[in-house]
T-cell receptor, first 113, second 115 residues
Framework: KAGVTQTPRYLIKTRGQQVTLSCSPI?????VSWYQQTPGQGLQFLFE???????NKGNFPGRFSGRQFSNSRSEMNVSTLELGDSALYLC????????????FGSGTRLTVV | AQSVTQLGSHVSVSEGALVLLRCNYS??????LFWYVQYPNQGLQLLLK??????LVKGINGFEAEFKKSETSFHLTKPSAHMSDAAEYFC?????????????FGSGTRLSIRP
């Protein structure tokens, strides 16, 4: 079966712009989580969506937002980009139950210049 | 609160040697524990997981980990390293909320394999 698909793979944006990243989970998975990965901070949890509802949120500013559609696909938006937002953004899907763990996509590499 | 500590940000072993990557966790409730591997410019791939039951967990690519509650450890091992094992490895613990969960990752250990 198809894995978690993230688009685009690479993105270059200018400071002050906004960006939208997309994630299609594994078929049947209802939970989608987003992580930011940087060399300095490691893997940091952004938020989790389950059945179109955000049920968990990390400690990121309001510039970071997301949503989930009825088909479980999720988008993540970052407004007013800053240089420090440059990172690998990873999406992960799961059935929604803790013990199953997550299946990750290959990520979107965002560079802010 | 749950947390994960990986000892050693970089481990280097010779090809054919034992691989041992250390992970200690902190959890106020029985934890769900995971090991993930990440190759350059890729996402994370689940190597193995511990939920309940047998404390020795076998994963993909010959890796295994043992849950030791008394030591709050979940170290990852592989008897014989292969060049293709060179990657970054992350230990993780599930954090369970009333109706949600998230995974907390350790800071990662970069594994290098010497020919």
């Amino acid at each position: 079966k198809a894995g978690v698909t993230q688009t685009p793979r690479y993105l270059i944006k200018t400071r002050g712009q906004q960006v939208t990243l997309s994630c299609s989970p594994i078929s049947g998975h209802r939970s989608v989580s987003w992580y930011q990965q940087t060399p300095g901070q490691g893997l940091q949890f952004l938020f989790e969506y389950f059945s179109e509802t955000q049920r968990n949120k990390g400690n990121f500013p309001g510039r970071f937002s997301g949503r989930q559609f009825s088909n479980s696909r999720s988008e993540m938006n970052v407004s007013t980009l800053e240089l420090g937002d440059s990172a690998l953004y990873l999406c992960a899907s799961s059935l929604g139950e803790t013990g199953f763990g997550y299946t990750f996509g290959s990520g979107t590499r965002l560079t802010v210049v | 609160a749950q947390s994960v500590t990986q000892l050693g940000s970089h481990v280097s072993v010779s090809e054919g040697a034992l691989v041992l990557l250390r992970c200690n966790y902190s959890s106020s409730v029985p934890p769900y524990l995971f090991w993930y591997v990440q190759y350059p410019n890729q996402g994370l791939q689940l190597l193995l997981k511990y939920t309940t039951g047998a404390t020795l967990v076998k994963g993909i690519n010959g890796f295994e980990a043992e849950f030791k509650k008394s030591e709050t450890s979940f170290h990852l091992t592989k008897p014989s390293a292969h060049m293709s094992d060179a990657a970054e490895y992350f230990c993780a613990v599930s954090v369970i909320y009333s109706s949600a969960s998230k995974i907390i990752f350790g800071s990662g250990t970069r594994l290098s394999i010497r020919p």
